[in-house]
């Protein structure tokens, strides 16, 4: 068979999924009606026909101009193209600045180089790349690191043996790993604190503490905590302690902890400011030169450092980042409405919707925008979410976020395994929690999609059990 008879085969087939998941849907809302004009006609009034989200709207365009107000930073998508990747300075005059992929650069003479002399301690592509995300976060100084984790760590070097960290208690599996298993055997002693309580983490300060931690919106369970409020109660307890966000889900578009306070802006780039799920990268912005310099002799020194390809990859993906945003936001609300009145589902955890406990405290934070990714609770135990995950289509059952493809996890087992199972029931990650990353396909298939999964998985359980009941009757 040749290639292109596969390759159109290929897309016959999702052309053919497509189509019956569409006809799936239509079927089903055709049921809905249906009963529900039979019950309206005997009750004492009426019941509205089901909203299907975004289905009225003739664009996606359309649909977030009127679900959203949210204000973009100023001149943010010019700065993301133009920052950082100016036109090659060597003569060429070539648009995009060449990739340098040499590790190591010729000396004038013994000490003389020019600017570079070897490629951990810098790289052009690399230093490009930062200066980019310097000016995405409003900051001064921005450092790449390897991974997210390996940003983390690095940061995490700046303390010695004995000093004190707060941080979130809910928080990315990876990031609680690190803290509970590798820096408490460092001689550090860690606190996790839920930090959506400002009264909380005052308390928590001491003469010790040197570094408190915070994740906004929270990984997997999207609680949101006030940055302003925390950095500022922090400072004036003592001045010197430093105040790290990690602002991966919702990405320099959205949110800029810089602006509100924090003293270290951390992202792991593989997720939404790369965006195309092919790079693990981690960075952290800062103001503060001293603080800089510190940081810039460990990223040397510990060498946990990416690549000048993967540097330029994602310099690549934050020129499109503001478009990609509004679609992940747009999308991911329609989705997570979507769900809030499907009758398979529990509960939404999605910031954007009013009935999040602190809706009010995220718009004012995140300028009225959210990305694609939060959580939710399907109706039932174990078995329905492992049926639901099993039985999608579109999503794809996977690890991380923000890419333009849509994914789906089950945090208990999957990201936040490693978290002692008393505290994933304490933190609400329980075995019916299931995490979503909207990505960028048309948003009616995907609702589609997820709306046969839970049928398949809570409707079929019923009959099931109804039929295996029956049977046992007899």
């Known amino acids: 068979m ?3 008879s596969s390759a159109s085969q290929r897309l016959i087939s999702v052309s ?7 006809a799936a849907r239509r079927l089903s809302t055709e049921k809905i009606i249906t ?3 039979n019950l309206s006609a005997t009750a004492s009034s009426p019941i509205k026909s089901p909203h299907i989200p975004r289905h009225s709207f003739s664009s996606p365009v359309a649909f977030y101009i009127a679900a959203m107000d949210y204000q973009p930073f100023p001149n943010f998508a010019t700065t993301a193209i133009h920052v950082g990747s100016e036109p090659d300075p060597n003569g060429s005059g ?8 040499s590790t190591t650069f010729k000396q004038a003479a013994p000490g003389q180089f020019n600017g570079f002399d070897y490629s951990r301690s810098g790289n052009p592509t690399r230093n490009g790349l930062e200066e980019t995300l310097a000016a995405l976060e409003n900051g001064k100084y921005g450092l790449c690191f390897s991974s997210g984790l390996g940003a983390m760590t690095t940061i995490i070097h700046l303390l010695t043996a004995g000093d ?7 928080m990315y599996g990876g990031s609680n790993r690190y803290f509970r298993h590798v820096a408490s055997k460092d001689g550090l002693k860690v606190k996790l604190v ?6 909380k983490v005052k308390a928590a300060l001491t003469e010790r503490t040197r570094l408190v931690w915070l994740e906004t919106p929270t990984n997997p369970t999207m609680r949101v905590v006030d940055i302003q409020t925390v950095s500022d109660l922090v400072h004036a307890y ?13 990405s320099s578009y959205f949110q800029r902890p810089l602006d509100l306070g924090a003293d270290i802006t951390h992202h792991s780039l593989t997720k939404y400011m790369n965006g195309h799920s092919d790079v693990v990268m981690g960075c952290a912005v800062l103001h503060d030169e001293a603080l800089y310099k510190r940081l810039k002799f460990l990223q040397n020194s510990i060498g946990a450092v990416p690549s000048a390809f993967d540097c330029f990859l994602v310099s690549r993906g934050l020129k499109t980042l503001h478009i990609r945003m509004r679609e992940h936001m747009s999308s991911g609300l329609a989705v997570a409405r979507f769900l809030e009145q499907h009758p398979c589902v529990e509960k939404v955890l999605h910031p954007g919707l009013k009935s999040h406990p602190q809706y009010e405290l995220m718009k004012k934070q995140c300028r009225g925008g959210y990305s694609g990714v939060f959580s939710f609770y399907i109706k039932g135990e174990l078995q329905e979410a492992r049926e639901f995950l ?9 690890e991380s976020l923000g890419g333009y493809e849509s994914l789906a996890e089950h945090p208990g087992i999957m990201t936040h395994a490693s978290v002692p199972e008393n505290e994933r029931a304490t933190l609400g990650i329980s075995d019916t929690l299931i995490r979503l990353s909207v990505g960028l396909e048309t948003v009616e298939d995907l609702i589609a999609d997820i709306d046969q999964a839970l049928r398949t998985a809570v409707f079929q359980k019923s009959d099931d059990d109804h039929h295996g009941s029956a049977k046992a009757a007899l």
Do not use: H
């Open 390 to 398: 099993k039985n999608l289509k579109i999503f794809t059952l996977a």
């Open 94 to 101: 070539a648009v995009v600045p060449p990739i340098s992929l």
């Open 194 to 199: 839920d930090c959506t309580d400002p009264v």
């Open 16 to 22: 053919e999924r497509l189509a019956g998941l569409r």
């Open 2 to 4: 040749s290639c292109s």
């Open 35 to 37: 009963k529900q004009k």
């Open 164 to 170: 004190e960290i707060i941080s979130m208690n809910d």
């Open 238 to 250: 003592n001045k010197d302690i430093i105040v790290v966000v990690d602002n991966t889900f919702m």
